[in-house]
């Protein structure tokens, strides 16, 4: 298991940015895969950008798409979203994960068991 820790969370008006932070307490490169969900009120839970920690290789869902870039800092052990361009639809609570072996949500290729505790983003109009 590996403990997640986010930061960065916030209020914005609508066309701005925040950076969240994602801290593992061991290597990001031992994990497979590292991403960022988010979860509304009243909505399931969604896959906002993963990356694959050995290669760079990233993925992000069409909806933030040429909005938010994820990037790892190996020598720090934390994974960041970069969120530009905010609009009132990303408005949600964001939750770091990492990739494991016991079986928890698949998307695309990656298999995410750990969780942090989640960080806030609210987008006004």
């Known amino acids: 298991q590996v403990q997640l820790v986010e930061s960065g969370g916030g209020s914005v008006q609508a066309g701005g940015s925040l950076r969240l932070s994602c801290a593992a307490s061991?290597?990001?490169?031992?994990?497979?895969?590292m991403g960022w969900f988010r979860q509304a009120p009243g909505k399931e839970r969604e896959g906002v950008a993963r990356?694959?920690?050995?290669?760079?290789?990233?993925y992000y869902a069409d909806s933030v798409k040429g909005r938010f870039t994820i990037s790892q800092d190996n020598a720090k052990n934390t994974v960041y979203l970069q969120m530009n361009s905010l609009k009132p639809e990303d408005t949600a609570m964001y939750y770091c994960?990492?990739?494991?072996?016991?079986?928890?949500?698949?998307?695309?290729?990656?298999?995410?068991?750990?969780w942090g505790q989640g960080t806030q983003v609210t987008v006004s109009s």
């Open positions: 994960a990492a990739d494991g072996p016991y079986g928890g949500t698949w998307w695309g290729g990656c298999t995410f068991d750990d």
């Open positions: 990356i694959v920690t050995r290669d760079g290789a990233t």
């Open positions: 061991r290597p990001t490169y031992s994990m497979k895969c």
